[in-house]
């Protein structure tokens, strides 16, 4: 059994509703629940945001949140948690002075910061998850403050190892100048029991259906597979994710894809259903005949993994995660982002061969039990965990010290 602290300031395992689609509080919830489920004992400290009043929660069995009341009690961008972060990892520093954890876990690189504060002077090893890296976000032109760069970059030189979600994510860690040695790859995981292929399906008509995902204020390719609905016949499209269903009418994003969606003459087979809740999420999955994700770039690209999991085949962007979950013709196939006609005829393939959708959900299902599980994950993280704790000095058998040995060295 190890005793673990997880630092992660902004986002907090207490309340994740697990929705569709990638969140750093849902994978820091699930993987602090299996490691509980192991043996493990868990302590995730993040900050006080006023979402959670409850300072201090036993979140599972193993596993408790301390909620540090360090700055302004509101949600604050990561920019504006700068000034705090010294507060924070003094107040770690006071806790682990007196209960020592044995290895340090930051999520994101705001935490990494308050981890590294926290731990300083008192040998605890230090391990870091960035998630998402500020370099590759700016390469797909969304704004990346080059504090973060630079921050980014020094962390991933300083603590004692870097884990990695996916390959992609490998190989830019070593661009930033991180020692190939020092960075290591667990994925992010799956809960197999909930996304299964056995278990109900929302109810759906006659029509193929197909899923996308769209992200709250970002297409996330979104306009590509509305374009692409043109060029195949007899399917309807539904858009989950977003905002909640009743803010749908008022949504910018929303009005802008429904505008898409009646240029392209397709607005009748297009449903925009909005935030997904997590009893709701493997249901809509098992009632689509394919899902799409084709986003520019996805850093994990949890929708396909849960997609999969639930044995339904996916279309994807060979981009970020998805080139290490998407198989190609074993669990799905690729296409490129910004070629509607391309994905069309891709689509059209699949659902004229019902055969091959067969072939390509069984080896999905299979992918997933077999390297994403949750229990597989949480496993090889405690492998890292360990490779960083101390060899325990030999103890040979039989040899026992004498009196005359201990007088001496007195």
């Not at 395992?13 to 299996?34: C, I, K, N, Q, W």
Request: hydrophobic share 40%.
């Amino acid at each position: 059994m190890m005793n673990i602290a997880m630092v992660s300031v902004q986002d907090s395992p207490l309340g994740t509703a697990d929705e569709l689609g990638d969140s750093l509080g849902s994978h820091l919830a699930e993987l602090a629940r299996e490691l509980g489920r192991q043996g493990h004992r868990v302590t995730v400290y993040t900050r006080q945001d006023g979402r959670d009043p409850r300072e201090r929660v036993r979140f599972a069995p193993g596993v408790t949140v301390e909620q540090l009341a360090v700055g302004p009690v509101r949600p604050l961008a990561d920019d504006e948690l700068l000034p705090y972060l010294a507060d924070f990892g003094a107040r770690l520093a006071r806790r682990w002075h007196g209960r020592r954890p044995e290895v340090v876990h930051a999520h994101h690189w705001v935490s990494g910061l308050a981890a590294i504060a926290g731990a300083n002077g008192l040998d605890i090893p230090v391990v870091q998850s960035f998630h998402t890296l500020g370099t590759t976000l700016a390469r797909t032109g969304q704004p990346v403050s080059p504090t973060r760069v630079r921050l980014e970059k020094a962390i991933g030189r300083s603590v004692r190892l870097v884990v990695a979600t996916t390959e992609s994510e490998q190989t830019e860690l070593v661009r930033l100048g991180v020692q190939r040695r020092q960075v290591t790859l667990v994925p992010s995981g799956v809960d197999v029991d909930k996304f299964s292929p056995n278990g109900p399906a929302l109810p759906r008509g006659e029509a193929a259906r197909l899923v996308t995902l769209m992200r709250l204020g970002r297409h996330q390719g979104v306009t590509s597979v509305i374009q692409a609905l043109a060029r195949i016949p007899d399917a309807e499209l539904v858009v989950a994710g977003g905002p909640a269903r009743e803010d749908l009418e008022t949504d910018e994003t929303v009005h802008q894809l429904r505008i898409k969606a009646k240029e392209a003459g397709v607005a009748d087979r297009v449903t925009f259903i909005g935030r997904v809740s997590a009893n709701d999420a493997p249901k809509l999955l098992r009632s689509a005949d394919l899902t799409i994700s084709v986003p520019a770039y996805e850093t994990v690209g949890r929708v396909p993994l849960e997609s999969m999991a639930c044995g339904t085949p996916v279309v994807a962007s060979p981009v970020g995660g998805h080139l290490d979950s998407v198989v190609e013709n074993v669990t799905g196939i690729h296409v490129p982002a910004d070629r509607p006609m391309e994905i069309a005829r891709r689509v059209r393939a699949l659902l004229a061969d019902q055969t091959q959708r067969t072939a390509l959900s069984i080896g999905a299902v299979d992918r997933i039990r077999s390297r994403f599980a949750w229990e597989r994950v949480a496993y090889e993280t405690v492998k890292v965990y360990e490779s960083l704790q101390p060899v325990p000095e030999p103890v040979l058998a039989g040899v026992i010290p004498c009196a005359g040995d201990e007088d001496e060295e007195t």
